[in-house]
């Protein structure tokens, strides 16, 4: 159970209403940690802007965003971002469910490329603690990615270290959406 409750609706003012209806159009329901952090206005007002830069369309696809985002969520031990991530990687960014479930084996898979592989190898690494990313990690990045890129992968790393911790240290309740979709069946993104 969470440890700080979420606000209910009906608490929020009309700048937090409109952050939570941005974040539900994003996301396709209503997030507990958005409700909760609505206990910190400013904080959430903040979190949004990182938020809308994160996951701008940009130089990096929003699937492999969508990826790092899971399986870094995964290292961190996060279950709450880690079921978000996934289910806004299949209903949002285009990511096949296949290749979602076999993500776990990207070292090996051939639905992944080289480049994907350096990214999530980078995830793992990322969401460890203690941090252990290396250099190796970066220049096998500078392979197959800009310096761009490579910024838009940490901006999806850093992002989710601060929801991984977040979400974990309040426990925060996952909602029914993400939580469905973490049980379904292959191909069932409600």
Known sequence: MTRISPLPVEALNDTQRATLAHAEQLMG??????????HWPEFLDALKGLVDVVYAPGALDSGLKQLVATVSSQAAGCRYCQAHSAHGAVANAGVDREKLDRVWSFETDPLFSEGERAALR???????????????????LRNHYSEQQVMELMGVLALFGL?????????????????AFARSPRGNVS
């Open 29 to 38: 329901f209503i997030a507990n940690d958005v409700l909760t952090m609505a």
């Open 122 to 140: 980078l995830a793992v690494a990322a969401g460890s603690q203690p941090n252990a990313a290396t250099d190796e990690h970066f220049e096998a």
């Open 163 to 179: 929801l991984n911790r977040w979400n974990t240290t309040l426990d925060t309740d996952l909602e029914s959406e993400p939580s």
